[in-house]
């Protein structure tokens, strides 16, 4: 039940995994390395008995959390049956110091 390996190397954390029901799921990285990250839902699977209901995923992107920078990006998708994997939206990370730096 739930997912064996919750961290990531960069310090990224699924907070509840859920696999029966509707979520909602969380993942926070607190302080994301700099680079390009690719936000994406994995439709896991689907129930026969809701074939004529579409299943769709809800997300909400909050980069800088809590700092005069924060930004948020909200993300509905309709997942599509037969297909694994869903791109929600990229972010790119600038290097934080370097931008303080200046």
Known sequence: MGTPHRRTASG???TQDV????????????RAPEGR??????????DRNRASARTKVHAAIIED??????RMFDRVVTLQQGKDMHDLLQVTRADRKAAVAR
Do not use: K
Not at 24 to 30: D, H
Not at 65 to 70: D, F, K, L, R, V
């Open 37 to 46: 990250y690719l936000i994406r839902a994995h439709y896991y699977a689907s």
């Open 65 to 70: 959390y809590g700092t005069p920078q924060q």
């Open 19 to 30: 696999t029966q029901g509707y979520g909602p799921e969380m993942y926070v990285l607190p």
């Open 12 to 14: 990224g954390e699924i």
